[in-house]
Nanobody, 127 residues
Framework: QVQLVESGGGLVQAGNSLRLSCAASGRTLSRYVMAWFRQAPGKEREFVGRISRSVFVGVLSTYYADSVKGRFTISRDNAENTVYLQMNSLKPEDTAVYYC????????????????WGQGTQVTVSS
């Protein structure tokens, strides 16, 4: 099993940036499809984006929800066993608890398609 720990959340003003980290222990992250989700108060958990496994050199793809496309970027550092979510041009509607998640092979972009989860990190964007 893999254990995931998110960090990097905080309070920022609209228009600013934050970078979230998802550090893994127990297993090598490169073998997993990694995703970020978020959940705002009173709302369902929402898919933010994902990055493919990096088992094969040069084969790496990302996919984002329309609401964050062009503003958020997911990357992975296999040496650090960490996945990142770079969030630029933040908006108040980005306020949520952000979770990273992992799965051995891609099944879909719903929360139940992912097997391993971190505890979440709070992001609050003020207007």
């Amino acid at each position: 099993q893999v254990q995931l720990v998110e960090s990097g959340g905080g309070l920022v003003q609209a228009g600013n940036s934050l970078r979230l980290s998802c550090a893994a222990s127990g297993r090598t992250l490169s073998r997993y499809v990694m995703a970020w989700f978020r959940q705002a108060p009173g709302k369902e958990r929402e898919f933010v984006g994902r990055i493919s496994r990096s088992v094969f050199v040069g084969v790496l793809s990302t996919y984002y929800a329309d609401s964050v496309k062009g503003r958020f970027t997911i990357s992975r550092d296999n040496a650090e066993n960490t996945v990142y979510l770079q969030m630029n041009s933040l908006k108040p509607e980005d306020t949520a608890v952000y979770y990273c998640a992992a799965v051995d092979s891609f099944r879909g972009d719903r929360s139940y398609d992912y097997d391993y989860w971190g505890q979440g990190t709070q992001v609050t964007v003020s207007s």
